[in-house]
């Protein structure tokens, strides 16, 4: 259950609803951290978690992000994603990962488009970040923000 209101008449139960509703949302948006490596609000495990028990997540989505937990601060490149996902391409990998950011990110009403500090593509940033490539030629690893490692590992 998310929230439970009562009034006089079924309008002022429903206009009661609403208030407690939107006081629960702006409560969990004055509580998110600021994510230094990207400037976007993370929102806390137990959003991520509500999220990932309320979205319809695909099987290599799910296996990605299952990846990615594990793998901690080091992160996945973006080869590694697709291996574990079970995808033939990088591309198709990096599609469905910004899709899953998408949905989850849709569903905690987080603000969307590419991070204008990092430059992430939406809804990536709102799962985690890339990190600094360690050469050239090389993208750098996709890395879980804590929350999300943690929500994974409690809702998947």
Do not use: C
Request: charged share 25%; net charge negative.
């Amino acid at each position: 259950m998310i929230a439970e209101a009562t009034g006089a008449t079924e309008e002022a139960a429903i206009a009661a609803l609403h208030e407690v509703i939107d006081s629960r949302e702006n409560r969990r948006i004055d509580n998110r951290r600021r994510n230094p490596k990207t400037g976007l609000a993370v929102p806390s495990t137990e959003e991520y978690v509500e999220a990932m028990r309320q979205v319809v997540l695909s099987e290599p989505q799910r296996a990605m992000l299952t990846a990615l937990s594990l793998s901690g601060e080091d992160g996945l490149t973006d080869a590694r994603m697709a291996y574990a996902a079970g995808y033939k391409t990088r591309t198709s990998a990096n599609r469905s990962f910004i899709a899953a950011g998408n949905l989850i990110g849709e569903y905690l009403s987080l603000d969307t488009g590419t991070n204008e500090i990092s430059g992430d593509p939406e809804g990536a940033a709102h799962l985690g970040y890339r990190n600094e490539p360690g050469n050239e030629g090389d993208q750098g690893h996709w890395i879980l923000y804590a929350e999300v490692r943690e929500a994974v590992r409690l809702a998947l």
